[in-house]
């Protein structure tokens, strides 16, 4: 074993290795914070206290393999870490907090790298993707995402109703159901369950599926079943509202309601990834 080399298990606790650690988090103190109170005050975000839990696990699981990994520097590392702290600087001057955000992981990332090296990574690159799932996405992308979402959400629920017979009209992102107006909020649009489920279906493709191409069409798939679960939620509500009662709209019913569908949403994303696994065995 050459003098720069050593296992894992021995250079993770060593000091010098844990002081870059340190200075990073102190360096990138205020936008921590700040991202904490975004998990706080912004219920689309409030899973973001899991995210780093959830990482941290997966490394830990992942100990047996890293103590046969062999510390390596990787200057390659150096390298990602050194554009990290680029965008740092650059989104700094523009207040740019997504950027900011986002080099905090890609530093993480990009200092691990340099300090053990590329089959460290290789074990442990995962952990590290998911983090980005704490980051909210950019208010400009996340509106941008949202109205299709509505509109795609209230034709569609439309279409179905007229082909119920129930006589339903679109006005914008509005439903006009036999004497009932319903509005398809930003609320309902679907974006919240998307952005909790694209978080937990990677974790759970990451989990359960043993090739990468199996990984990642779970993963994606996340996309339309959060869309047809708002879908059906939003189905539901107006054939509701027009045959029983407007209070489903109210709350508590209401959250129930998007609780429902989010359980609906991952028990179609457990199914599905079960018919991966026997495809891809």
């Known amino acids: 074993m050459t003098e720069n080399t050593t296992t894992i298990e021995n250079r993770v606790f060593d000091k010098l290795n844990i002081i870059p650690y340190i200075a990073l988090v102190l360096v990138y103190l205020p936008a921590l914070y700040d991202l904490v109170i975004d998990w706080i005050e912004d219920s689309n975000y409030s899973h973001g206290f899991l995210i780093p839990i959830v990482s941290a696990f997966l490394i830990w699981k992942k100990r047996e393999q890293l103590k046969a990994v062999t ?47 590329r089959k460290v990574i290789k074990e442990t690159w995962f952990p590290f993707f998911i983090l980005l799932f704490m980051i909210p996405v950019p208010y400009v992308l996340y509106y941008a995402i949202t109205f299709p979402m509505q509109t795609l959400a209230t034709k569609i629920t439309v279409v179905i109703l007229n082909t119920l017979g129930m006589n339903a009209i679109r006005q914008g992102n509005i439903i006009h159901i036999t004497g009932h107006t319903l509005e398809v909020a930003e609320a309902c649009s679907g974006i919240r369950s998307l952005i909790s489920l694209l978080a937990l279906g990677a974790i759970y493709a990451y989990t359960t599926q043993k090739r990468f191409t199996a990984q990642l069409i779970l993963f994606l798939s996340t996309i339309p079943i959060a869309v047809i679960a708002n879908v059906f939620r939003v189905l539901v509500t107006s054939v509701m509202v027009a045959a029983v009662t ?30 991966l696994r026997k495809v891809f065995k």
């Not at 998007?258 to 949403?265: E, P, S």
């Open 71 to 117: 510390f390596k520097k990787d200057n390659a590392g150096l390298m990602l870490l050194i554009l990290g702290i680029i965008l740092f600087v650059v989104a700094n001057g523009a207040a740019e907090y997504f950027t900011i955000r986002f080099s905090f992981v890609f530093c993480l990332f990009g200092l691990t790298y340099y300090l053990f090296g």
């Open 246 to 275: 407007e209070q489903v709209i109210e709350e508590p019913l209401h959250s129930i309601m998007g609780m429902l569908v989010f359980v609906f949403a991952f028990i179609s994303l457990f199914i599905f990834g079960f018919i």
